[in-house]
């Protein structure tokens, strides 16, 4: 499947759309088909360091730890992980799932059930 990551810190142009492994949902989690998601200031600050803040001991990462894009998601629940309760597949969703770690911008993305309404 294809996503929008970045793998380095930097201006826009660090971002980059590339072919990474379809997610499978884990136990809690809903596998979504996006069929739509937003761009907004949140998204774009984490290319460039601007919500990371430098540790104590003044070393910055040289790589950010979660290299997806994409707080805001809204699609079609295509599979669920043990456990999940609130969804079934075909079931349309939509969410923020910046607090869990990002990833809208790519054709599916795993998420928390109670990420999504």
């Given at each position: 499947?294809?996503?929008?990551v970045y793998?380095?810190?930097?201006?826009a142009d660090v971002v980059q759309l590339e072919e990474v492994e379809k997610p499978t949902p884990k136990e809690?989690?809903?596998?979504v088909k996006v069929l739509a998601a937003s761009a907004n200031a949140y998204d774009w600050a984490f290319p460039e360091r601007r919500y990371i803040p430098d540790p104590?001991?003044?070393?910055?990462?040289?790589?950010?730890?979660n290299t997806r894009l994409g707080a805001d998601?809204?699609?079609?629940v295509e599979a669920v992980g043990s456990n999940v309760k609130q969804f079934q597949a075909g079931d349309e969703v939509f969410g923020d799932i910046g607090?869990?770690?990002n990833g809208a911008?790519?054709?599916y993305v795993c998420v928390p059930e109670r990420r999504l309404r």
């Amino acid at each position: 499947m294809k996503a929008i990551v970045y793998t380095k810190y930097g201006s826009a142009d660090v971002v980059q759309l590339e072919e990474v492994e379809k997610p499978t949902p884990k136990e809690g989690e809903v596998l979504v088909k996006v069929l739509a998601a937003s761009a907004n200031a949140y998204d774009w600050a984490f290319p460039e360091r601007r919500y990371i803040p430098d540790p104590p001991d003044g070393r910055r990462a040289a790589q950010p730890k979660n290299t997806r894009l994409g707080a805001d998601v809204a699609g079609r629940v295509e599979a669920v992980g043990s456990n999940v309760k609130q969804f079934q597949a075909g079931d349309e969703v939509f969410g923020d799932i910046g607090a869990w770690g990002n990833g809208a911008f790519a054709e599916y993305v795993c998420v928390p059930e109670r990420r999504l309404r």
